[in-house]
């Protein structure tokens, strides 16, 4: 069990308590829980495959505000399974896109856009003010930008990967806090506990060049949404110390654990 990430925000509203009565019907979320949702602040770098799927649920889920990160427009041969978009918005920003039909699905919803491309001189600044990270990008030098952004500001990530049929989801936090609020001392755990040492660019393939069967970044993405919604509602047990290998093509799932390095 992790301790709930985010104060309660106020009363709900009758609108809200209607919105929002299967979670509340859980025992596990509650009213209570539903109020933790609301006052989350959640940031969604990668607005395609991973993002799609965790920013739909996220927003329907009743997370008070998103911000999405992605500095890329929306291509034709995304449509394929990068579902938040549509093929109207063909040539638009990603992050415009998304924003559009998040608010359409939650009108509640305050969203906020950054169509940058993250660089160590921009990271830290796009990650402040948030409570929680998730890192649906698709290069490896990012994710250990990210993760070591993260860990300067004490923010927990949602961690998710890619290619072909396979997925891997985790969750990572460092810091005093992380520690108090359950993960393993002295430290708690990152990306670079779960890889010591960085690849170097390029030595992995794109999915451009092996493809990517459409609905396994559907499946992930909603867990990647699933582990966000408990670490905030400190709800169940979040992928600590585990990473969840999905191989959609196989129907097999498996839990492969971890510690401090």
């Known amino acids: 069990m992790i301790a709930?990430?985010?104060?309660?925000g106020p009363e709900l509203t009758l609108d809200q308590r209607e919105r929002y009565a299967r979670h509340i019907a859980r025992a596990e979320i509650g009213e209570l829980g539903q109020r933790r949702l609301l006052g989350a602040r959640v940031l969604?770098?990668?607005?395609?495959?991973?993002g799609s799927p965790a920013l739909l649920y996220l927003a329907a889920a009743g997370v008070g505000a998103v911000g999405v990160v992605d500095a890329d427009r929306v291509d034709l041969t995304n449509l394929q399974r990068q579902v938040i978009h549509s093929t109207a918005a063909v040539g638009e920003l990603k992050v415009a896109s998304a924003a559009r039909r998040l608010k359409e699905l939650n009108p509640g919803l305050a969203v906020e856009t950054f169509p940058v491309r993250l660089?160590?001189?921009n990271v830290d600044g796009v990650l402040a003010g948030w409570d929680l990270v998730l890192d649906g990008t698709d290069n490896l030098p990012?994710?250990?930008?990210?993760?070591?952004?993260?860990?300067r500001a004490g923010i927990p990530v949602v961690w998710g990967a890619l290619l072909?049929?396979?997925?891997?989801?985790?969750?990572?936090?460092?810091?005093p806090r992380a520690v108090a609020a359950g993960f393993p001392g002295p430290d708690g755990l990152c990306l670079?506990?779960?890889?010591?040492?960085?690849?170097?660019?390029?030595?992995?393939?794109?999915?451009?060049?092996?493809?990517?069967?459409?609905?396994?970044?559907?499946?992930?993405?909603?867990?990647?949404?699933?582990?966000?919604?408990?670490?905030i509602t400190g709800a169940g047990h979040p992928l600590v110390g585990r990473v969840l290998f999905i191989d959609v093509l196989a129907g097999r799932t498996q839990e492969i654990p971890f510690g401090p390095r």
Not at 44 to 50: E, N, R, S, T
Not at 142 to 151: E, G
Not at 164 to 175: E, I, K, L, R
Request: no cysteine; net charge negative.
């Open 142 to 151: 990012t994710r250990f930008l990210i993760s070591d952004a993260a860990a």
């Open 119 to 121: 660089t160590e001189d």
């Open 44 to 50: 969604m770098i990668g607005a395609g495959g991973l």
């Open 192 to 231: 670079r506990d779960l890889f010591p040492v960085e690849p170097p660019a390029g030595s992995l393939p794109t999915t451009a060049e092996v493809g990517l069967m459409g609905a396994a970044p559907g499946q992930t993405g909603a867990v990647m949404a699933a582990e966000a919604i408990k670490l």
């Open 164 to 175: 072909g049929w396979q997925a891997q989801v985790s969750v990572f936090w460092t810091g």
């Open 4 to 8: 709930p990430l985010v104060e309660p």
